[in-house]
Every structure is written in C-alpha cells, then in structure tokens.
C-alpha cells in the first residue's frame, strides 16, 4: 500500500477521531501490544499502543454537530420550503388579480378616446376638455394598477428563491446528517491506520464532505438570489408609493 494512500487514510480517519471528540464521543480504546524489558531480576512489560491516527482541526472542513442540532434545522428548513409554496399560492393570485385590473383600465382609456375624438370631430369644446382630464386621471390609474401588477409579478419570483433557497438547506442538514452517521460509524471501529476497510471508509466520509460542501455553496447561491429578489420587491413598493402619491395628489 502506498505512503499517500495510507497518509489520506489517516487524515480523513483523524478528521472523525477529532469530530467524535469535539461531540464528546467516547475514543475507542486502541489496540494493546506488549514489549517487556529485563533490568537485573524485574520485568517490566509496557503497552505499547496501535497506530493512532491524528490530525490537526483545520482539516476538519465541515465542522461537527449534533445528530439533535441537525435534524432542528432540517426540520425547519423543511417547514420554509411549504410555507414558500404557500405564498407562492397566495403571489400568483393577486398577480391575477392585477393584471386583470390593469386590462380594465386599459380599456377605460380606449373608450374615452373614442368619445374624446368624436367630441372633437363634432368641436364641442367643453365635453372635450372634460373628457381630457378624465383621460389623464384614466392613465394614472393604468400606471398604479401596472406599479401594482409588476409587484405582484415580484412577490411571486421572490417566493419561488425563497422555495428554492429552503430546499437546497433541506439537502444540506440531509447530507450533514449522513456525515455525521459516517464519521460515528468509522470511529467506533477503531480501525489501525492503513486498513483496507478503514482506507474504504474514509474515502466514503471524504466524498460525502465534498458533497455538503459543494451542497452549501449551492445555498449560498440561492440565499444570495433570494436577496435579489428582496431588493427588488422593495424596489417595486417604492415605485408603487410613487405612483399612489401622483394619484392621491390634488388637481
């Protein structure tokens, strides 16, 4: 067996010993051999321990926790992604509601163009000017619903990031959690350094840690989004504040 195989081995089976130490686990005892040495007429007999395997904490690159603790936040993260889909129920139906208010007004304004030209075909001036105003006030109105539709339109995208955000936290506490099964497994076998099956072992826990790390870069992905789309929510209330206040203001 190679020096590198057997190094990998007892760096990623140390990583566990550590892990298992920090969660207050108990260390398997090591293997016993014995060596005795004569001095005149005693003999001493001295233990003399297996292979150890150690490594220091900054290998340890996804942190341990508890089995409680994981499965807390996996719940919860669970929790996030159906309430998600409930505001994404509750979004998408005002949404319908606001593009259909702003196509009521889309017509308002198409009416009053056809009484405002024939009102200036037949030059009566007055009906004219009022039917002008009217048309204006028409169109502020089709602004506010529209500043209403593109924040209805918004809320929806923001809850689908949220959605997306909490399932890719739900596979992270999944994944952290069959970590955590794995480094326990390893650790109670007290296998000596260069096994094959502690070597088979440890690259197991060696790939599932890549897997949760590369599982939380995807969450920071998605957090980062979901705080696109926050900003962008908030973007939209101010324009539809703006909007509101041209409305409610005096003639």
Same mark, same amino acid.
């Given at each position: 067996m190679s020096t590198l195989r057997t190094f990998r081995f007892a760096a990623a089976a140390a990583?566990?010993?550590a892990v298992v130490a920090t969660l207050g686990g108990a260390r398997p005892a090591a293997a016993q051999d014995t060596t005795s040495s004569t001095t005149g007429a005693t003999t001493t007999t001295t233990a003399v321990a297996a292979p150890v395997l150690r490594v220091d904490t900054f290998m340890v690159l996804v942190p341990a926790r508890g089995a409680d603790?994981? @499965?807390g936040d996996l719940d919860r993260a669970r929790a996030a992604v159906q309430s998600a889909q409930a505001e994404r129920v509750r979004a998408r139906d005002l949404e319908t509601r606001a593009s259909g208010a702003v196509e009521v007004r889309k017509r308002e304004i198409?009416?009053?163009k056809a009484r405002l030209d024939l009102a200036k %075909?037949? %030059?009566r001036e007055a009906d004219k000017a009022a039917m002008e105003a009217e048309r204006k006030e028409e169109e502020l109105r089709k602004s506010f619903a529209?500043? @209403?539709r593109g924040l209805r339109t918004s809320e929806v995208s923001l809850a689908d990031a949220t959605k997306e955000r909490a399932e890719?936290?739900? %596979?992270?506490?999944?994944l952290e959690l069959d970590l955590g099964s794995q480094r326990a497994q390893l650790a109670?076998?007290?296998l000596p350094a260069g096994s094959p099956e502690g070597i088979r072992r440890a690259g197991e826990i060696a790939r599932q840690e890549k897997r949760v790390l590369e599982a939380l870069r995807t969450l920071a992905e998605r957090t980062r989004t979901q705080a696109d789309r926050e900003k962008q929510v908030a973007d939209k209330r101010i324009e539809l504040f703006e909007a509101q206040s041209k409305l409610t203001a005096p003639s």
């Amino acid at each position: 067996m190679s020096t590198l195989r057997t190094f990998r081995f007892a760096a990623a089976a140390a990583v566990v010993t550590a892990v298992v130490a920090t969660l207050g686990g108990a260390r398997p005892a090591a293997a016993q051999d014995t060596t005795s040495s004569t001095t005149g007429a005693t003999t001493t007999t001295t233990a003399v321990a297996a292979p150890v395997l150690r490594v220091d904490t900054f290998m340890v690159l996804v942190p341990a926790r508890g089995a409680d603790e994981v @499965r807390g936040d996996l719940d919860r993260a669970r929790a996030a992604v159906q309430s998600a889909q409930a505001e994404r129920v509750r979004a998408r139906d005002l949404e319908t509601r606001a593009s259909g208010a702003v196509e009521v007004r889309k017509r308002e304004i198409d009416v009053l163009k056809a009484r405002l030209d024939l009102a200036k %075909k037949e %030059k009566r001036e007055a009906d004219k000017a009022a039917m002008e105003a009217e048309r204006k006030e028409e169109e502020l109105r089709k602004s506010f619903a529209e500043r @209403r539709r593109g924040l209805r339109t918004s809320e929806v995208s923001l809850a689908d990031a949220t959605k997306e955000r909490a399932e890719a936290a739900v %596979k992270v506490y999944e994944l952290e959690l069959d970590l955590g099964s794995q480094r326990a497994q390893l650790a109670g076998l007290a296998l000596p350094a260069g096994s094959p099956e502690g070597i088979r072992r440890a690259g197991e826990i060696a790939r599932q840690e890549k897997r949760v790390l590369e599982a939380l870069r995807t969450l920071a992905e998605r957090t980062r989004t979901q705080a696109d789309r926050e900003k962008q929510v908030a973007d939209k209330r101010i324009e539809l504040f703006e909007a509101q206040s041209k409305l409610t203001a005096p003639s």
